[in-house]
């Protein structure tokens, strides 16, 4: 199974449908472009077609949904952990949201259920696999529903946010944003030449998006885990059984005891420079760790290497001074994300 060529639709799409639109530059919000191709690629690698936000220039409605349940998610976890708040719940989250939700879950099924119907295709796709192994001890269509709203939510939204946030810091480290964009097409003659075998060889590129991870990691919270039922000792202090327990990522990664510099945006740690060779690197887990750590990892770098590469050859970008402070936001579980307005120029060859 390939990523889908529908990632090179990003450069055309992001300024009008052709290059010649950019030739004098066009601004555009990068951070809903980047959304628009991550999801989708879910969409085409998930369910075996996109969902059309790249080719209709905005969010499908279900994105838009998502965006809104995230927000609120954040609510629904302060009432799960007390749970005598349960029976207020209707009075706590809208009706809106409830709505919102149910049409959420209805969307998802008839999704993945038109999906199932379809059966194994010649194009193969996650339900591909998914249909071909799901004997009597496979997933239920219920499970499959399940599944494909967590496939959708967890490698779009994050990976388009590490996009973002990874851009915007190049943005404002022009030294930087210059040495990436000079390997990359110094590397490639033709947009056709930026596979992902060759991408994978980048090794500033490589560092670039660490160094983003370490900054502005997509989850900034923790990634909870329950002790199990006896207890157990963490760093040297007794936790009760069943307790939920956490690392918030941004905290660790923005301490001086872990990374110099750690306000600062420096991809160099990663290549060895001696200045940094106090850092404790192995801190460094956006994708968390141990056998319940994300799965989509290795899926997550192959579209930003790939979506990165082909946009830094095509265009040149400028951030525009109102979206200077974008990285000042609020968390709802995840990022608040406002705009990136950036101007982008078709580069000349």
Avoid at 20 to 36: F, M, R
Avoid at 84 to 110: D, G, N
Wanted: charged share 25%; glycine share 8%.
């Amino acid at each position: 199974m390939e990523i889908p060529l529908s990632i090179g639709l990003l450069p055309l799409a992001a300024t009008g449908g052709t290059h010649e639109n950019a030739k004098n530059g066009k601004t555009i919000d990068i951070v809903a472009w980047y959304n628009c191709t991550t999801f989708d690629l879910i969409g085409d690698l998930a369910f075996g077609e996109p969902f059309g936000c790249l080719k209709a220039g905005g969010y499908h409605p279900w994105v838009s949904m998502i965006f809104d349940g995230l927000r609120i998610a954040s609510l629904g976890q302060v009432v799960r952990r007390y749970p005598f708040h349960a029976p207020l719940r209707s009075l706590i989250i809208p009706k809106w949201v409830r709505e919102k939700a149910k049409e959420h879950y209805q969307l998802i099924q008839r999704t993945a259920l038109k999906r199932v119907e379809l059966g194994n295709t010649d194009r193969e796709d996650f339900m591909s696999y998914i249909l071909h192994h799901n004997d009597e001890k496979g997933l239920t269509k219920g499970e499959l529903i399940e599944n494909a709203s967590l496939l959708i939510i967890a490698d779009s939204e994050t990976t388009a946010t590490q996009l973002s946030g990874t851009t915007y810091h190049l943005l404002t480290n022009p030294s930087m944003y210059k040495k990436l964009t000079e390997q990359i097409r110094s590397t490639f003659e033709s947009e056709d030449e930026i596979t992902l075998a060759r991408v994978n060889a980048l090794q500033y590129m490589h560092a670039v998006f660490e160094e983003g991870f370490r900054i502005y990691p997509p989850v900034p919270t923790g990634l909870p885990r329950i002790t199990p039922p006896e207890g157990e000792f963490i760093e040297g202090y007794w936790i009760p059984g069943k307790t939920s327990v956490s690392v918030s990522q941004y905290s660790s990664y923005h301490n001086e005891r872990n990374f110099r510099d750690a306000e600062k945006f420096v991809p160099e740690r990663w290549l060895g420079d001696p200045k940094y060779k106090s850092d404790s690197r192995g801190v460094l887990n956006p994708f968390s760790y141990g056998p319940n750590n994300c799965i989509g990892k290795n899926l997550a770098y192959a579209e930003m290497r790939l979506i990165l590469a082909r946009l830094l050859w095509s265009f040149k970008l400028e951030m525009l001074p109102e979206s200077k402070s974008w990285d000042q936001q609020k968390t709802f579980l995840l990022w608040d994300k406002g705009p990136i307005q950036v101007k982008v120029t078709a580069v000349q060859r």
